[in-house]
């Protein structure tokens, strides 16, 4: 008798509810729980969570209002008590599976990229930061439907019933977008700036000013120590001397040039690519064997395993030139100003080029092209195409491009028929190459034609995979056979798997190299296979490799 009032009053409870729009929350909950790309902590996946079940929702209302406003009979009463014990009932059978499921899951992405399985995955906080997202959501979308209703009220008597609803619709979205783009993303930026600004102005612990003349940030520099940035400050004041090549690999000829350009040197971006090549002057730059045109990430930050990678290689006969475009992450500078990068870019390899194809062709050094992540993107943009990339430069490495790159999203989708989206072979592997492990990077290099252009990519990489079209179109990524990190069980959900993949990018960084987006235990074989360094060999790129990785 008091379960059946319990079960009286529990009903009761959710029929304040819209039926098809807990449907479709149910139905987004076990959704939501499914694998994706990388493994989620209980607080990223209760984010998640929230946020689908929240859509599916709101997806659930919207079709029952079309419904009403199409079909005016009133449903039967039996019907309803019917179908809402039904729904109680089916309801807690899918959260209890698909909670269980849910750890499932986790443990087989764990291992597919190298985590160890059965750790603490807490569903109560799954549960709690899901119900908090929800309930906010929910709260918000409410107090937008009241605005809306006392909109249309105060100007239904004055214009026809349809245009007052088409009015008071576009008055309400006026002002959710004048608070999302203006007074919520004003003061998100300024609070941001103010934080990585300042961050921007300190010393990195163990860092200290460089004291080589081959270093901006010296005392001889045009680049001054002050002006430099955080990331500027690391870069330049890091990597290895010629002491420390000779002790790692054995061979040294000079000490490195390390050429940065902080953000505070000059207004403009050319007016900073102008400093790098008079930097470039200035330490001798053009007179080494190679130079690499390194595009940094937001935050001015080059990947040290890179960088030194090379330097080690080429036995410190080398230039690394880079000018920074923002302080602020990545993911900021993407969603507020990603011109920026493509400005930083274009003007550096401007500058860089111009003065470098002035040189006599037979003393010219070696060209070429390097970016990560949000810097990839930037690196790319001065070229139209493959053809204009490998007719400019002597090589490129590209490694964990954002899926908005314009050459990279047109060579993935001109690769050859029968290839995978995530691992293309673009024109036979003629000139451009896609590979995710040291494996596939030295696969046939014989066929492989100069300048080289590579592509790294991780299957499991959400930064390579993620773009706005998830919210209502299956990627190619997911029709054909999965990489070799990703689970099978991995499937594309309308809307959700768009908030999967977006928040899977926080983790992307967190998970062992060779999956997500860490790539440094391949960087030594992906600058021998694009540059090929004199008097290196496949030995000494295993030496380097495992200094890097214990190292690093």
């Known amino acids: ?86 729904l109680y009932v089916t309801g807690l059978v899918v959260l209890v599976a698909f909670t269980w499921l849910a750890k499932v899951w986790h443990n087989e992405v764990q291992a597919l990229v190298g985590l160890p399985t059965n750790q603490s995955f807490h569903i109560l906080i799954v549960w709690l930061i899901a119900i908090i997202v929800f309930v906010i959501i929910l709260f918000i979308s409410r107090l937008l439907g009241k605005l809306f209703n006392f909109t249309y009220i105060k100007i239904d008597h004055l214009l026809p019933k349809r245009l007052s609803i088409l009015l008071s619709l576009i008055i309400i979205s006026s002002l959710v977008f004048w608070v999302v783009s203006g007074v919520f993303a004003t003061n998100f930026v300024n609070v941001a700036n103010a934080y990585f600004g300042y961050r921007d102005t300190t010393v990195p612990e163990g860092y200290t000013q460089p004291t080589s003349a081959l270093r901006s940030g010296s005392a001889e520099s045009l680049s001054s120590w002050d002006t430099i940035g955080y990331q500027g400050r690391k870069f330049v004041a890091g990597g290895p001397d010629k002491q420390k090549i000779e002790q790692v690999v054995g061979q040294a000829t000079n000490e490195p040039v390390r050429v940065y350009v902080g953000l505070k040197a000059a207004e403009t971006a050319q007016q900073r690519a102008d400093i790098v090549v008079q930097e470039m002057e200035r330490t001798g730059a053009f007179n080494r064997q190679a130079i690499i045109l390194a595009t ?25 030139v880079s000018q920074q475009y923002s302080y602020l992450p990545s993911w900021i500078s993407y969603l507020t100003d990603k011109e920026t990068a493509t400005e930083a870019g274009q003007a550096l390899f401007d500058a860089v080029y111009g003065k470098w194809m002035q040189m006599p062709k037979d003393t010219r050094p070696k060209l070429y092209a390097y970016g990560l992540s949000l810097g990839s993107y930037g690196g ?60 596939s990077i030295t696969k046939d290099t014989s066929t492989w034609q100069k300048p080289r252009i590579l592509y790294v990519q991780h299957a499991s990489d959400p930064v390579v995979w993620f773009d706005f079209s998830l919210i209502d179109t299956k990627p190619d990524w997911l029709k054909e056979p999965r990489g070799p990190d990703v689970s099978p069980a991995t499937r594309w959900f309308p809307v959700v798997s768009f908030f999967q993949l977006g928040i899977d990018q926080i983790s992307a960084g967190t998970v062992p190299y060779g999956h997500g987006h860490m790539y440094g235990n391949a960087v030594v074989n992906s600058w021998a296979t694009v540059t090929d360094p004199p008097n290196w060999d496949t030995n000494k790129t295993k030496i380097l490799q495992e200094y890097i990785n214990n190292n690093y």
């Open 296 to 320: 940094t990430t937001g935050s001015g930050w080059l990947e040290p395993q890179a960088v030194d990678s090379v330097e080690y290689m080429y036995g410190g006969n080398t230039a690394i």
């Open 1 to 86: 008798m008091k379960i059946n009032k319990v079960n009286k009053k529990f009903i009761a409870y959710f029929k304040k509810f819209n039926y098809l729009g807990l449907v479709f929350a149910v139905i987004f909950f076990a959704l939501s729980v499914a694998p994706s790309l990388l493994p989620r902590t209980a607080y990223i996946q209760g984010l998640v969570t929230g946020l689908s079940v929240a859509s599916g929702y709101g997806i659930g209302v919207l079709i029952s209002a079309v419904i009403r406003w199409l079909v005016q009979n009133e449903v039967p009463a039996k019907v309803k008590m019917h179908a809402w014990k039904a």
């Open 380 to 439: 790319q943009t001065p070229y139209s195409g493959v053809n204009d990339l490998r007719f400019s430069i002597d090589g490129a490495l590209f490694v964990g491009t954002p899926n908005f790159t314009n050459l990279w999203r047109n060579t993935t989708n001109n690769r050859d028929k029968g290839s995978p989206e995530w691992l293309p072979v673009y024109d036979n592997g003629k000139a451009v190459r896609f590979a995710y492990d040291n494996e």
